[in-house]
């Protein structure tokens, strides 16, 4: 899922959206070659954001080449810094005046890649006979290209309620691009929200939530030809682990949605590590592990239960338990399916809307407090794998699909 490290972040103190010229006259509507060609252009941007610093990059190529379209376009944009080292910046873009609207959102970072798995260069947009290919272009700055080629076919001088397209960073690590859009006082309240993650174009209305807790066991290390006089650190997590799984099995049993595919809020148990030699007691453990919530399971009532688990355990100077979040908790995201626009989506999709797995941005701008789904071109399961790739065959429906979405909402 989405790896964490800690940031720092700076709010951008204008908000007034800088307004560039009305290009006069009708735009032509942006065929293959010059959307193959933005798309290319989208790939070509190294913005991969990573814990690790050296496989860390800004979005900041790709913010100017997305000021730049919305330009020539007669657009408006709102820029905001966010992060300092390396430099990443969201981006608002606004296209026609008025209250609600509709709202285009997408992330503009991808993961890291292997070039020893991938066939094809990740930055360079590769045509097969049913596939484009390249880092990035379903999971998920291809959007932008797809959001620009809709816009191309409406006649933006008649938009009636105006279009936003919010680009925003590292979403595939801390997710402080939303966070902060989300928390920031906004002067916007679209009708209806679409963040274009890959979901096979099918509309997705409800997600999980993620938590990540790191638990450390600090005891009495010694030397292991007396062990009473030390207290093993892993014998103390084994204790740990043994209640934690009693309520993993809770969770299996007693909290179901049967709208996912894993009916439960999962958990698992993703890393251990402990003692450094076979004659010494182990004086520290940690392991690490991650819950997907549901929303009759709170991240509050999850975080207390894992709180109780540890305070059964006495402590005194020789033996520390810690239990601590690796990052703010994402919420889990449910939207009305009821809603007229979601219906619209469904039959603009011809598939019903559906509850996944994985966790989107959509925990957060759900403060915008108005209607929101996720639906995006390509899978999902082909997401964060090498030799990325979109599929030819839904590229005019999901143009269509966001097409009449504007028109239906801002015409």
């Avoid at 997600?207 to 892993?234: C, E, Q, W």
């Avoid at 100077?317 to 889990?332: A, F, G």
């Amino acid at each position: 899922m989405h790896t964490v490290f800690e940031f720092k972040f700076e709010r951008c103190q204008s908000f007034r959206f800088t307004k560039n010229k009305i290009i006069s006259g009708n735009l032509p509507n942006m065929n293959k070659t010059e959307f193959l060609s933005l798309l290319d252009k989208i790939v070509k941007t190294k913005t991969i954001s990573s814990d690790n610093p050296k496989e860390d990059f800004s979005n900041m190529e790709l913010i100017d080449l997305l000021k730049k379209e919305t330009s020539s376009r007669g657009g408006e944009f709102i820029e905001d810094t966010v992060l300092n080292r390396p430099p990443k910046n969201n981006l608002l873009i606004k296209f026609g005046q008025g209250d609600g609207g509709l709202l285009f959102s997408g992330h503009t970072d991808t993961v890291p890649y292997d070039a020893s798995k991938w066939k094809y260069d990740p930055f360079t947009l590769t045509e097969l006979k049913d596939r484009f290919i390249g880092l990035g272009i379903i999971d998920m700055k291809g959007f932008f290209a797809h959001i620009f080629a809709a816009l191309d076919k409406i006649d933006l001088k008649k938009l009636k309620k105006p279009v936003y397209i919010l680009a925003t960073v590292d979403e595939e690590t801390t997710m402080v691009g939303a966070n902060m859009f989300a928390n920031k006082e906004q002067n916007i309240k679209p009708d209806f929200c679409l963040i274009g993650e890959p979901t096979s174009l099918y509309p997705v209305i409800q997600h999980k939530g993620y938590m990540a807790f790191r638990i450390t066991v600090t005891g009495k290390t010694g030397h292991s030809s007396n062990p009473d006089l030390g207290v093993n650190a892993i014998y103390v997590m084994n204790r740990i682990i043994e209640q934690i799984l009693v309520f993993e099995k809770e969770l299996k049993t007693k909290y179901q949605d049967p709208s996912f595919d894993i009916p439960y809020p999962s958990l698992n148990i993703g890393s251990i590590k402990g003692g450094d030699s076979p004659n010494r007691i182990c004086g520290e453990c940690e392991i690490l592990l991650d819950i997907r919530p549901l929303i009759t399971t709170p991240c509050s009532m999850i975080e207390q239960r894992l709180r109780e688990i540890i305070n059964r355990i006495p402590k005194n100077d020789n033996l520390q338990i810690n239990l601590s979040p690796l990052y703010e908790h994402i919420d889990p995201f449910k939207t009305d399916m009821n809603n007229e626009y979601v219906r619209y989506l469904e039959d603009l999709t011809e598939h019903k809307a559906i509850s996944v797995n994985y966790c989107t941005e959509a925990s957060f701008l759900r403060k915008l407090n108005c209607p929101l789904a996720i639906c995006g071109i390509g899978s999902i399961d082909n997401a964060h794998q090498p030799n990325e790739f979109m599929p030819k065959e839904d590229l005019e429906k999901f143009h269509k699909i966001l097409t009449q979405l504007i028109r239906r909402i801002c015409l």
